[in-house]
């Protein structure tokens, strides 16, 4: 009787870690896809690109998948991917010398590992990504049904409507 319980305590022992490692993924997968720069946020204390040279690559993308982290011509091969749950404001200053005011993340928020920087979720359509110094905003480039890159909305121009005034649309039958 005692072998049984002992060898099935063994058996119990032996199958924890494994069921451990399947659920306890320490990365973050949610944020595999491509991202447009869509602003310059800030800047850390140190940062090896200017004003100009960040404007630059804003409206560029930056692709995540398990294999690298792209952005422009830089490759980063094997992102870790490792996600940890932070303070934005401690982990900013700490880490990368900047302030997180102008972030607008949650708190706590999500860091991901890239290998070559870092990201912070901010929800799932939107990253901030630090890159040479700079912390810029992303947006998710979302895939329309035939695998295409779906065109993003564009903001429209200010009108000339009134407050009190409903405007109404003209039918395309419908002059001027």
Sequence with gaps: MRIIIGA???CALMTQPALADASDDPRDLSVIGKWKLTSVLDYAE?????ER?????????ASISEASF???TRVCE???LSAEWVEPE?????????????LRLPNPVTVIDLTCTIAYVRDSDHLVILWKGVLFDTVRVKADATG???RQPQPRPAGKAEPDKVQRALMPFEAP
């Design 8 to 10: 099935l305590a063994f």
């Design 46 to 50: 140190i940062a090896s690109l200017d």
């Design 53 to 61: 040279g960040a404007r630059k690559l804003v409206g560029k993308i």
């Design 70 to 72: 792209k952005l422009g």
């Design 78 to 80: 094997d992102p870790d």
């Design 90 to 102: 401690l982990h900013l200053r700490d880490q990368v010398h900047a302030s997180a005011e102008n």
């Design 148 to 150: 295409k890159k779906a």
